[in-house]
């Protein structure tokens, strides 16, 4: 089987659910790995193009304005930074305590978004301003990228929300570019370290660059009817994802089970919550 189409396609894919709502990193992640990709290679390659992806959505986002400038030069530098501590952290400090951690947080922000259907429907008063917010979650939520990364994007869109009180398209818009500066600095770290196959990597960024701009035209079109859904449904997946590579093949296999069982439910509970508020 062609392995460049199966690449593109997959890129294309990601990009499109990642501009949208987060999370195309599990979609492909898992297929770099399925070839057979040593895992540092698959993660540097992964980085590579989803940085095209999350750089066409953002800029996609911009054209149409839904990108605030007060205090962004902050926002990025301070990710920038926090990244560059995260990654040089991988080398010092064990991550086992994070990964035990962050499904429980993700699901604390999916069980507070499910149960709060009006946050990010519309702009709101801010609670944090911008001076304070940059430096402190830029920091941190760069720290952790570059340290860990997995769900990253549900939490800048979340914390946009909550903190800054932007609606969920904005958030989305903040996040991408965020995401972006996160992923530079990690491609070239990953790129010094000679973790990254570039002909896997640029077929899949070409899909991820057209995906990211059709993602990011179908989020603009729909609103927060399409970008509140699947938000949480990547976010739920990303929870599900990240319990099971902790457990044994057996739980872990149980666990899925059950987690997409409850998955089914909760999207139609929190579709219908979301459209019931919406109308």
Known sequence: MPILPICFATGLIAGIIDAIAGGGGLISLPMLLSLGIP???ALGTNKLQG????GVAAFSYYRHGLLNRQGLVRGLVSCSLGAILGAIATQLVSNEFLKHVIPFLL????????????LGVHDESPKWRFELFYPVVGLALGVYDGFLGPGVGGFWVFLLMYF???????????AKLFNFTTNVVAVLCFAIGGNIDY????????????GGRIGALFALSRGVKLVRPLFLVMMFSSIVTLIYRDESDWSGALQWGFALVFMVIAVLYFWKRSRDALS
Do not use: D, E, S, W
Request: charged share 5%; hydrophobic share 50%; net charge positive.
């Open 199 to 210: 002909r896997l990597g640029l077929c899949m960024a070409a899909g991820q660059m057209i």
């Open 39 to 41: 895992p540092q290679l």
């Open 107 to 118: 699901f604390l922000v999916f069980t507070y978004v499910v149960f709060c259907p009006r």
């Open 51 to 54: 940085m095209f992806g999350t």
């Open 164 to 174: 800054l009180g932007y609606n969920i398209l904005k958030a989305t818009a903040h």
